[in-house]
T-cell receptor
Framework: DAKTTQPNSMESNEEEPVHLPCNHSTISGTDYIHWYRQLPSQGPEYVIHGLTSNVNNRMASLAIAEDRKSSTLILHRATLRDAAVYYCIEVTGNQFYFGTGTSLTVIP | KAGVTQTPRYLIKTRGQQVTLSCSPISGHRSVSWYQQTPGQGLQFLFEYFSETQRNKGNFPGRFSGRQFSNSRSEMNVSTLELGDSALYLC????????????FGNGTRLTVT
């Protein structure tokens, strides 16, 4: 069911930017891209979403490729609290299908 | 504003029994979705309810069922429990419009022995 592809794991040094990639090669023109993250022992948390244009909020930035086949979640300065599993999801209407996500390790 | 509340947090059941899990959505949210999370399969979509009607359904057997009440609270039931049903069950609520972000609870950890 999952339609996105992400690396299983990534590492980042604390206070450095992190770029988390996602491929969604089968995305249709009306599907949005959502990103969520899951901290240990918690439910997933909404991070950001977008359709075509790049998006920014207080948590992160989302860069969407012009052909929409890929996107990148950007954490501008990683902190230890950003260590989590990050999920990239294609959303069709109200249907959300999570992949296995990227486990981000932040190194002090 | 209170977040999504799931009860109970932990549950231990025996094979063959049934179980009911409860979810209280964020006030004003009309959509409730349920997910099963296991180490091997990740997060799998069970079903979604909107205004008391099941709107979407994932690929789970009929032993898994749900319902939503007029106050948007939702329950999920699993009958004839199997060992493989041991998982974290997550509930998420949203406003229900297309692409509305999901807000998750912290889940119910079900262990089947």
């Amino acid at each position: 069911d999952a339609k996105t592809t992400q690396p299983n794991s990534m590492e980042s040094n604390e206070e450095e930017p992190v770029h988390l990639p996602c491929n969604h090669s089968t995305i249709s023109g009306t599907d949005y891209i959502h990103w969520y993250r899951q901290l240990p022992s918690q439910g997933p948390e909404y991070v950001i979403h977008g359709l075509t244009s790049n998006v920014n909020n207080r948590m992160a930035s989302l860069a969407i490729a012009e052909d929409r086949k890929s996107s990148t979640l950007i954490l501008h300065r990683a902190t230890l609290r950003d260590a989590a599993v990050y999920y990239c999801i294609e959303v069709t209407g109200n249907q959300f299908y999570f992949g296995t996500g990227t486990s981000l390790t932040v190194i002090p | 504003k209170a977040g999504v509340t799931q009860t109970p947090r932990y549950l231990i059941k025996t094979r063959g029994q049934q179980v009911t899990l409860s979810c209280s959505p964020i006030s004003g949210h009309r959509s409730v979705s349920w997910y099963q999370q296991t180490p091997g399969q990740g997060l799998q979509f069970l079903f979604e309810y909107f205004s008391e009607t099941q709107r979407n359904k994932g690929n789970f057997p009929g032993r898994f069922s749900g319902r939503q009440f007029s106050n948007s609270r939702s329950e999920m039931n699993v009958s004839t429990l199997e060992l493989g049903d041991s998982a974290l069950y997550l509930c998420a609520s949203s406003l229900g419009a297309d692409n509305s972000p999901l807000h998750f609870g912290n889940g119910t950890r079900l262990t089947v022995t």
